[in-house]
């Protein structure tokens, strides 16, 4: 697996991030992609985004960043949009959980009850867990995103964002 972040794209520019989504393609990788900034996707341009990022599997923006990218207002809408060009688009929404939208699968995967107190690192707690439930492969996406959604919410239980 291929982890992307809107930070590489920032680094390297679009014909460099293309050029490793082809060769990870080329060598049967899935490839994830975060966003990781409404900031910078505003800076760089959503369309110049979404060309750098094109052939990736799965994209895990957050609310803002899937509004920045495709106009919409709802995550559904948002969601609905992207998953036109990445198989598999996961909105997240903080305390609100996370959009799952694939080919078979539109649906709303309910974020943890918790007293949190800095969400500082869920969003990368949220994608890293669901890359691990994914590579380990007994779970669907579903059952990924709730995992997923379970360790974010613990993250937040810490300054900084780190879950013990």
Do not use: W
């Not at 369309?47 to 799965?58: K, Q, R, T």
């Not at 990445?86 to 078979?104: H, I």
């Not at 959604?149 to 013990?164: I, N, R, V, W």
């Amino acid at each position: 697996m291929l982890y992307i972040s809107g930070y590489t794209v920032l680094s390297v520019g679009t014909e460099a991030t293309q050029k490793l989504i082809k060769l990870a393609s080329h060598h049967g990788m899935t490839i994830i992609c975060d966003p990781g900034s409404s900031s910078f996707i505003n800076e760089y341009g959503p369309d110049n985004f979404l060309e750098a990022v094109a052939g990736s599997d799965i994209l895990v923006p957050n609310l803002e960043e899937a509004k920045i990218l495709t106009g919409q207002e709802k995550s559904a809408l948002a969601a609905d949009q992207l998953n036109n060009d990445f198989p598999l688009v996961l909105v997240t929404m903080g305390a609100e959980g996370v959009f799952v939208k694939n080919a078979t699968t539109a649906e709303i995967v309910e974020a943890k009850k918790t007293d949190g107190l800095d969400p500082t690192g869920a969003g990368d707690a949220f994608a890293a867990m669901f890359i691990k439930e994914i590579i380990d492969g007994d779970r669907n996406v579903i059952e990924a995103a709730r995992s997923a959604c379970d360790f974010a919410a613990d993250a937040t239980k810490f300054l900084g964002g780190q879950p013990k």
